[in-house]
């Protein structure tokens, strides 16, 4: 006699066959719920989209116009207004963000600022890698000194 003759084991297959199939059709439903919610959070900010481009926007447009009035004597204050900028575009667009990581860093090299540089590079280091460049990430990344970074 084998496992499956052997009307014991029979059972336990069929006890663990309708323990899965409702295990299943709880999951199922447990996932339809949950898919539904964050679909209508999906749709929401869909609709919100040109809202928070439009604000983010004009957060970027305003921190320009603080940049532009900065007299060319101010590198500290101009390296911060550019982070700023960096950090508005990161995640918005990828050659606005490089664009000031590559100023920020001129303007870390002004001050001779060795905690700046490296910092730069690692943020250029993000934008190559969230670009898909990943050897340019990996190169800039590894000319980054950690000893010059903050402990932080």
Known sequence: MTAYDNPIMSQWRKILAVI????????????SWNIDSVMQEL?????????V????????????????????????????????????????????AFKYAVYMDNLARELRDDQRISSVKIKMGFIFLSSGLFKEAIDTLLTVQ???LDKE
């Open 146 to 148: 950690p000893e010059n």
């Open 20 to 31: 899965l199939f409702f295990f299943a059709v709880g999951f199922s439903n447990a996932q």
């Open 43 to 51: 749709d929401k900010a869909i609709l919100s989209r040109s809202a």
């Open 53 to 96: 481009d439009k604000a983010k926007t004009q957060k970027i447009e305003n921190i320009k116009i603080m940049l532009h009035q900065l007299r060319p004597d101010e590198v500290q204050a101009r390296y911060r207004l550019a982070e700023s900028l960096y950090d508005e575009y990161k995640s918005f667009t990828y050659d606005s």
